[in-house]
T-cell receptor
Framework: DAKTTQPNSMESNEEEPVHLPCNHS???????IHWYRQLPSQGPEYVIH???SNVNNRMASLAIAEDRKSSTLILHRATLRDAAVYYCILKYSGAGSYQLTFGKGTKLSVIP | NAGVTQTPKFQVLKTGQSMTLQCAQD?????MSWYRQDPGMGLRLIHY???????DQGEVPNGYNVSRSTTEDFPLRLLSAAPSQTSVYFC??????????????FGEGSRLTVL
């Protein structure tokens, strides 16, 4: 599986936008980019995913570089509830691939 | 919908004891999996299943057994617990199997301590 690189931690002020970066320079053409987050003492939850085009949903936006070697998860207005560990994961879209590799992620702290 | 339900939430074992962590989902998901999470680490895949009667090993399968007799349930068995198995365990399920798991739905976790 292709690897991802994320900063260990980031801080944001409440109600300001947050840009969480992820590098995946060895991504293949069939890899989807997935983001999950894990709130304290909870299981991870799905945030968003994309292949080539930028994606938006009610939780966040995903901006994917044109060469797909990096992506950015955008939280438009950080709230205290967004304090969590955010994981960027590459998921091979072909048949027979069932293992998702969760790295250490980025711990986001939100300052009131 | 209950989603993914794990029991127990907390368990303390002595070295050498056996136990089963239960996982049940009510979403008719084909794919189910078990992860463990140690302090400061990401999640590591232990075992997974793409349907009833089918299981396979993940990244760290040693010391754990699984079975999948029904679509809904995917128990994780520790036959002889060791202190190295002290961890938080997460069960996850997904609707997709043919092209790998889709969006994963996680349980709340089971915190296991082995003395």
């Amino acid at each position: 599986d292709a690897k991802t690189t994320q900063p260990n931690s980031m801080e944001s002020n409440e109600e300001e936008p947050v840009h969480l970066p992820c590098n995946h320079s060895t991504i293949s053409g069939t890899d989807y980019i997935h983001w999950y987050r894990q709130l304290p003492s909870q299981g991870p939850e799905y945030v968003i995913h994309g292949l080539t085009s930028n994606v938006n949903n009610r939780m966040a936006s995903l901006a994917i570089a044109e060469d797909r070697k990096s992506s950015t998860l955008i939280l438009h207005r950080a709230t205290l509830r967004d304090a969590a560990v955010y994981y960027c994961i590459l998921k091979y879209s072909g048949a027979g691939s069932y293992q998702l590799t969760f790295g250490k992620g980025t711990k986001l702290s939100v300052i009131p | 919908n209950a989603g993914v339900t794990q029991t127990p939430k907390f368990q303390v074992l002595k070295t050498g004891q056996s136990m089963t962590l239960q996982c049940a989902q009510d979403m008719n998901h084909e794919y189910m999996s078990w992860y463990r999470q140690d302090p400061g680490m990401g999640l590591r895949l232990i075992h997974y299943s793409v349907g009833a009667g089918i299981t396979d090993q993940g990244e760290v399968p040693n010391g754990y057994n699984v079975s999948r007799s029904t679509t809904e349930d995917f128990p994780l068995r520790l036959l002889s617990a060791a202190p190295s198995q002290t961890s938080v365990y997460f069960c996850a399920s997904s609707y997709s199997k043919d092209r790998g798991p889709g969006e994963l739905f996680f349980g709340e976790g089971s915190r296991l301590t082995v003395l």
